[in-house]
């Protein structure tokens, strides 16, 4: 698990899992950078914490997650992307395409190898045509 060393109002979010000192640990290295880029989004005036709570709370508590939070950072994720949509920094298509296009690129990784976009076989296509 890696640490958060950010301090941010974003790290006392509800359900953020935390090691036995309190601070925010992270399980896969995409949750510590859904986290650190919802924390920069935050600190650069995208969103106000209250907007950023608001949201992440309707995703944490939409019916059919997880009772004991194993789907926390997929709902972190979720909340990220609705919020993006709502304030016009990205449209619902554009987060979808990025969205597909990363799963491309990690079924086309080789195992231990780092997951990047540039490894999407149709991303490559169409930057060659």
């Known amino acids: 698990m890696s640490l958060c060393e950010t301090q941010s ?12 000192e309190g601070d925010p640990v992270f399980s896969e290295p995409w949750q510590a950078q859904a986290f650190a880029m919802t924390v920069h989004l935050h600190q650069k005036g995208v969103f106000s914490w209250q907007e950023w709570a608001d949201s992440l709370s309707r995703e944490v508590h939409r019916p059919g997650r997880a009772a004991d939070g194993s789907d926390y ?3 972190w994720v979720a909340a990220l992307c609705h919020l993006l949509s709502e304030k016009n920094v990205a449209s619902s298509a554009t987060l979808l395409a ?8 990690a079924e086309a990784t080789p195992h231990g190898k780092p997951i990047e976009l540039t490894n999407d076989p149709m991303r490559g296509a169409a930057a060659a045509s």
């Open 9 to 20: 109002p974003l790290t006392q979010s509800i359900g953020l899992p935390r090691s036995r």
């Open 73 to 75: 950072f997929e709902a």
């Open 98 to 105: 990025l969205q597909h296009s990363w799963q491309r690129a």
